[in-house]
């Protein structure tokens, strides 16, 4: 079973301030992405990575940053976080081939 | 640009019924096409997926429907359970671009 862990599972923040979301999988998965889910939009891509150290757009990438400095590791980062950013998030990994995905248990984010 | 459109958005049926939720795209380059479900305070979880090699997929009481030249699919549910109520998640991915992306969701409830 594939193990996608998510930190942290809620967060607040203040509008201005900086969130990093974080991502971890121990399945040796080449691709991991971020999606952001809200009701009647239901998931987003923000940003995906098929590697350690390649980072690339989705969809909604603005006001977003990613990272991937290791095959384990994909973070979300908000410079300037803003209350429309307040939504919950799930990071996904997936072998080569963008076939399943294998999702975290999300994180909350509110912005405050 | 909504690149995976599903309907309807929501679907209500009976216990025993058979329920039809409905999914289309536009990228031709899409060449693998997922089934996520997702249950209420749960991430969204693999259910059955397809390939437009084929144009129908079993698994138990779920049968995709793929249509490449109307670039549409569907999922049947046969003798629809209470269990069986949550969001399903249609999506689509180019296996080459490692790019996955999912339609808005339909709400599916089945009443006992």
């Known amino acids: 079973e594939a193990a996608v862990t998510q930190s942290p599972r809620n967060k607040v923040a203040v509008t201005g301030g900086k969130v990093t979301l974080s991502c971890n999988q121990t399945?040796?998965?080449?691709?991991m992405y971020w999606y952001r889910q809200d009701t009647g939009h239901g998931l987003r891509l923000i940003h995906y990575?098929?590697?350690?150290?390649?980072?690339e757009k989705g969809d909604i990438p603005d006001g977003y940053k990613a990272s991937r400095p290791s095959q384990e590791n994909f973070s979300l980062i908000l410079e300037l976080a803003t209350p429309s950013q307040t939504s919950v998030y799930f990071c996904?990994?997936?072998?080569?081939?963008?076939?399943?995905?294998?999702f975290g248990s999300g994180t909350r984010l509110t912005v405050l | 640009q909504q690149q995976v459109r599903q309907s309807p958005q929501s679907l209500t049926v009976w216990e025993g019924e058979t329920a039809i939720l409905n999914c289309s795209y536009e990228d031709s380059t899409f060449d693998y096409f997922p089934w996520y479900w997702q249950f209420p305070r749960e991430s969204p979880a693999l259910l059955i997926a397809?390939?437009?090699?084929?144009n129908k997929k079993e698994d138990g009481r779920f049968t995709i429907f793929f249509n490449k030249r109307e670039k549409k699919l569907s999922l049947h549910i046969t003798d629809s359970q209470p269990g069986d109520s949550a969001t399903y998640f249609c999506?689509?991915?180019?296996?080459?671009?490692?790019?996955?992306?999912f339609g808005k969701g339909t709400h599916l409830h089945v009443l006992p």
């Open positions: 996904a990994s997936g072998a080569r081939g963008a076939e399943t995905l294998y």
């Open positions: 999506a689509a991915s180019d296996t080459n671009a490692y790019k996955v992306i």
């Open positions: 399945n040796n998965h080449n691709n």
């Open positions: 397809i390939r437009p090699v084929s």
């Open positions: 990575s098929y590697g350690a150290g390649s980072t």
